[in-house]
């Protein structure tokens, strides 16, 4: 099952390292892993997406939770959250192709942020679903590079994730 | 004053009288500070291993946070077998380690090591301190971490030239405890402790099953009183010994790989099981999916991260035994138990008592059986003495036959099984506990592992007594292969090894060597009453196998029960 889980973390040296040991340590694979501040500069805000089975994920919930720098941790459910990833992406664009991938670009409302003679770099957030199917409509112009920042997430309604 | 004395002062604020440790490079201004600090005694070990696994021997014996000290690199290395074992046994110690200067981390520098990174899955929690200015609040948190909520090691890595600077120091001036992501419960949901009571009620076939967490949170009392009024059989784990007398009449004895029968068969048939401050481990467990098959679960644990982590339980309770148990008593009182509601269960467990006792083998031939030996140790002291134990089959021996009657008396490294623990972790009991009988029951092999502490022992007047279980191998291990490797003995023999009796007498110590039964009581008293540290040498019948034994991974069926 794939989780969602967002840790509010002490913005101290050496947290990183405490979470993701916990992950290696049970040979946990994290998909992917985004930190910054939050509103709170002595806070920070860690988003884990892991593919892993329910009770391994509660079970390092619990491991997390027991490290002194973690304040809280939710086990954000899809239906309740937004979720979103930022992609930069290059691609080939010659003469003939350029207009049909700004074409792409408006349909999946991406933004052109830098243009060579040869490629056209675009920016793209949305969520990974949304993230995928855009890089794979590109994927007939020739990538150069892609970046994906992996998953953010923010529970919905009044109340903080 | 200087850092390295704020140092010492903020251990003394906190109730330090004792530290544990080594010298070095990066720790010589701490050194320095120590040479004239009232109030602060410093055994010196003959090996950081020592001084940390004195801290955990002095921390277990005496309920208070042990403290050890070590320097940077080697020094910290050193510590790291000890502050594992503490971690899996949840003993509060904190590990000062000396780090190079600020300028010279992470640039491979004399004697650097990562301590930190190091030990950042066998701590509690850990600090490298990078000012002057933390040296206060980090110690106050470290303490503060390692003996409140499941107790553990907290490690502060501080580099010497902090340690050399000068700076204001005002005993008053406690610095306040931040921790906002720290906040153990203590009290259990009482809605679950009502539900526990109702369903311990309503059992016909229940167990208690007590861990280290009732002798960490000091509930032997709760638990008593719960177990007499609730007529409920006990077992206990190698850390849970002397939590509930093991010679009361409900007492069935320590569960599991090495446990009793009877403890292993009720727990086995039980419909309710009442575990409380234990951890589930694979070595009482055995195979999981046919552990207790019948058992509805109530566990009580400090730590919420051990709730169905092994075992999927029923009623869990997150909260301090002490606390949880106490209100548990008044709930079940309110249910009006009467004492004769599992008359056919306690029926079958004073049956199961009857006609699986523990054997102890008499001397045959002139060899001295190792159980008979401890038998004999627990006799001699009246089963009062704090005994450590080392790892292998003297360390079952001496769970099974040295009852114990109290907490913090039996002190044994359980979760990591460390060979060579017991000595330095008897010196540790004996200073944290004046004028105790402290005996270490070793085997040959573990002894070897950490005897230089014999210098210790010798100079700090610490008189412990080593009784080695000598059987010229590496026991646990022999047997094993024995049992499970056709006989074939890889480097377990051990019988090269030192003349124990000279060798304590080399470093100032009494040594006596028993090799016929007839000799051991008398011996034994000798050895014990006397004001000096003693290694006994007891030569014990070489190939003797531990029993009873369910094997690894096993279940209640598979049991050995005895020598075949
Ligand atoms: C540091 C360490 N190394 C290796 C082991 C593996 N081990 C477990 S028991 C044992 C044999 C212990 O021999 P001894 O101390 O003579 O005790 P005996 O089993 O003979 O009573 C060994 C090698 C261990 N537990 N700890």
């Not at chain 1, 007939?140 to 953010?152: N, S």
């Not at chain 2, 050890?68 to 949840?90: E, H, Q, R, W």
């Not at chain 2, 029926?347 to 031939?365: A, M, T, Y």
């Not at chain 2, 003349?499 to 050895?527: C, H, M, N, Q, W």
């Given at each position: 099952?794939?989780h969602t889980l967002s840790v509010l973390v002490e913005n101290k040296p050496g947290v990183l390292t405490r979470v993701a040991g916990l992950f290696a340590r049970r040979?946990f694979?994290i998909d992917s892993l985004v930190v910054a501040e939050t509103e709170k500069p002595e806070l920070s805000r860690m988003t884990i997406a892991v ?6 994920v509660e079970q390092v919930t619990k491991q997390l939770h027991k490290l002194i720098n973690v304040l809280k941790i939710t086990d954000l459910?899809?239906?309740?959250s ?67 920042t992996g998953r953010l997430a923010m529970s919905?309604?009044?109340k903080a994730t | ?115 930190t990174g190091?030990?950042l899955p066998?701590v509690k929690h850990s600090y490298l301190?990078t000012?002057?200015?933390d040296?206060?609040r980090t110690?106050?948190e470290a303490?503060h971490i390692?003996?409140?909520g499941?107790?553990?090691?907290v490690v ?21 405890l931040h921790l906002p992501g720290y906040k153990p ?119 919420p991260a ?259």
């Amino acid at each position: 099952m794939k989780h969602t889980l967002s840790v509010l973390v002490e913005n101290k040296p050496g947290v990183l390292t405490r979470v993701a040991g916990l992950f290696a340590r049970r040979g946990f694979n994290i998909d992917s892993l985004v930190v910054a501040e939050t509103e709170k500069p002595e806070l920070s805000r860690m988003t884990i997406a892991v593919d892993e089975q329910d009770q391994n994920v509660e079970q390092v919930t619990k491991q997390l939770h027991k490290l002194i720098n973690v304040l809280k941790i939710t086990d954000l459910d899809p239906a309740g959250s937004v979720e979103r990833e930022l992609l930069l992406i290059k691609v080939k664009a010659s003469g003939q192709t350029r207009g049909e991938i700004m074409q792409m670009v408006e349909i999946f409302g991406a933004r052109i942020v830098d243009v060579t003679a040869e490629v056209l770099l675009i920016e793209m957030t949305g969520p990974r679903e949304k993230v995928g199917a855009f890089i794979d409509v590109l994927a007939p112009f020739g990538i150069v590079e892609q970046m994906r920042t992996g998953r953010l997430a923010m529970s919905r309604g009044r109340k903080a994730t | 004053m200087k850092a390295a004395r704020v140092i010492l002062e903020a251990l003394k604020r906190e109730g330090v009288d004792t530290i544990f440790g080594f010298p070095g490079g990066s720790v010589i201004p701490l050194y320095d500070a120590l040479y004239d600090c009232p109030g602060i005694t410093h055994i010196l070990a003959r090996h950081e291993q020592g001084a940390g696994h004195a801290a955990d021997g002095y921390a277990r014996a005496s309920g208070k946070v042990g403290v050890c000290i070590a320097t940077s690199g080697p020094g910290a290395t050193n510590l790291v077998t000890p502050i594992a074992n503490a971690y899996m046994d949840s003993v509060p110690m904190v590990a000062i380690t000396g780090q190079v200067s600020r300028h010279l981390i992470g640039l491979d520098s004399f004697q650097e090591a990562d301590v930190t990174g190091i030990t950042l899955p066998i701590v509690k929690h850990s600090y490298l301190i990078t000012s002057k200015d933390d040296i206060t609040r980090t110690i106050r948190e470290a303490f503060h971490i390692a003996s409140t909520g499941r107790p553990g090691p907290v490690v502060i890595d501080i580099p010497v030239d902090i340690m050399k600077e000068d700076m204001e120091f005002d005993p008053d001036d406690v610095p306040p405890l931040h921790l906002p992501g720290y906040k153990p419960t203590v009290k259990g949901h009482m809605k679950q402790i009502r539900e526990a009571a109702r369903v311990i009620a309503a059992a016909e076939r229940p167990v208690i099953y007590a861990g280290g967490g009732i002798i960490i949170s000091g509930a032997s009392q709760e638990l008593r009183e719960m177990a007499l009024y609730g007529h409920i059989p006990v077992v206990n784990t190698l850390t849970g010994k002397g939590g509930f007398p093991e010679d009361h009449e409900l007492s069935m004895g320590m569960v599991g790989m090495h446990g009793t029968p009877y403890a292993n068969y009720a727990l086995s048939q039980a419909d309710v099981i009442f575990a409380v401050g234990v951890r589930f481990d694979d070595r009482v467990t055995g195979k999981l999916d046919a552990f207790a098959p019948h058992a509805t679960f109530i566990h009580v644990d400090v730590d919420p991260a051990e709730i169905s982590k092994n075992v999927a339980i029923d009623v869990p309770i997150v909260g301090d035994a002490k606390w949880v148990l106490g209100e548990l008593i008044t709930e079940l009182r309110k249910l009006e138990l009467s004492p004769d509601r599992h008359l056919p269960w306690m029926e079958q467990v004073e049956s199961w008592k009857r006609d699986h006792p523990l054997i102890v083998r008499e001397p045959d031939n002139g060899e001295i059986m190792p159980e008979w030996a401890i038998h004999k140790i627990w006799q001699v002291t009246n089963g009062d003495a704090i005994v450590c134990t080392e790892v292998g089959q003297h360390q079952m021996w001496a769970a099974q036959h040295y009852l114990c009657r109290h907490p913090r008396q039996f002190i044994s490294s359980a979760g990591l099984g460390t060979m060579g623990f017991g000595f330095p972790a008897s010196i540790g009991a004996q200073v944290g506990s004046p004028g105790r009988l402290v005996i270490d029951i070793a085997g040959d092999g573990s002894f070897q592992m950490t005897l230089q502490e014999l210098a210790t022992a010798v100079q700090f007047r610490l008189p412990v007594k080593v009784c080695i279980m000598n059987n010229q191998w590496l026991g646990m291990v022999r047997q094993w292969q024995e049992l499970f490797w056709n006989s074939r003995y890889s480097q377990t023999c051990i019988e090269c090894q030192p003349d124990f009796v000279k060798l304590a007498e080399a470093y100032g110590a009494e040594g006596y060597r028993v090799s016929r039964p007839e000799d051991l009581e008398e011996t034994l008293r000798i050895a014990f009453a006397s004001p000096a540290p003693a290694v006994i040498d007891i030569r014990v019948k070489q190939e003797a196998n531990v029993y009873p034994m369910i094997p690894a991974g096993g279940t209640v069926h598979d049991m050995m029960e005895r020598e075949l």
